[in-house]
Antibody, heavy 123, light 110 residues
Framework: QVQLVQSGAEVKKPGASVKVSCKVSGYTLTELSMHWVRQAPGKGLEWMGGFDPEDGETIYAQKFQGRVTMTEDTSTDTAYMELSSLRSEDTAVYYC????????????????WGQGTLVTVSS | SYVLTQPPSVSVAPGKTARITCGGNNIGSKSVHWYQQKPGQAPVLVIYYDSDRPSGIPERFSGSNSGNTATLTISRVEAGDEADYYCQVWDSSSDHPGVVFGGGTKLTVL
């Protein structure tokens, strides 16, 4: 059973950066493919990017390329998502989520989710 | 980029059957996955690979996918099924492959 525990809520000013963490337990981070999804208040789910096990690379949604960086610390089994140049529209709950241990290429889905981290961008 | 279209809302009486659709161009050629999200909670996977159920999900939840429409069916709806439902696919057809979510459907149990 995978458990994902995320860092606490953040309040940031426009133009700043935020770094959200996601601690894995039950498995090691190297066994998993971590992704990030966000949800603005009252809105739907929006995929930001994650590790593609078929290519062995981290891929980002075009909307966030150049502004988001996803990293991993395998020594602590913690994944990170850093978003820069924040604006008010980035106010959202950010979720980490994992692909299944055996993920067939081209059919990815998320079987475990973190509890979410609220990031508020306000001057 | 690939677009998934869901109705914003669906209403159903308790004990009846709810059907939530997810439209996309030739979506029948893709694997569709469905999530349930209740207020203040993270999404929960309820259907994967069009029609498979994760352990712990009631048999009342089923899925189908053909042509340009995938459907999540909830039989014998209960008050506890009231939630937002999202469909999702992996789009590998563009220059920027990635996950695509539908806009979500709010299921109201009357």
């Amino acid at each position: 059973q995978v458990q994902l525990v995320q860092s606490g809520a953040e309040v940031k000013k426009p133009g700043a950066s935020v770094k959200v963490s996601c601690k894995v337990s039950g498995y090691t981070l190297t066994e998993l493919s971590m992704h990030w999804v966000r949800q603005a208040p009252g809105k739907g789910l929006e995929w930001m990017g994650g590790f593609d096990p078929e290519d062995g690379e981290t891929i980002y949604a075009q909307k966030f390329q150049g502004r988001v960086t996803m990293t991993e610390d395998t020594s602590t089994d913690t994944a990170y998502m850093e978003l820069s140049s924040l604006r008010s529209e980035d106010t959202a709950v950010y979720y980490c989520a994992t692909l299944p241990l055996v993920a067939a290429a081209g059919t990815y889905y998320f079987d475990y989710w973190g509890q979410g981290t609220l990031v508020t961008v306000s001057s | 980029s690939y677009v998934l279209t869901q109705p914003p809302s669906v209403s159903v009486a308790p004990g009846k059957t709810a059907r939530i659709t997810c439209g996309g161009n030739n979506i029948g050629s893709k694997s569709v996955h469905w999530y349930q999200q209740k207020p203040g909670q993270a999404p929960v996977l309820v259907i994967y690979y069009d029609s498979d159920r994760p352990s712990g999900i009631p048999e009342r939840f089923s899925g189908s996918n053909s042509g340009n429409t995938a459907t999540l069916t909830i039989s014998r709806v209960e008050a506890g099924d009231e939630a937002d439902y999202y469909c999702q696919v992996w789009d590998s057809s563009s220059d920027h492959p990635g996950v695509v979510f539908g806009g979500g459907t709010k299921l109201t149990v009357l």
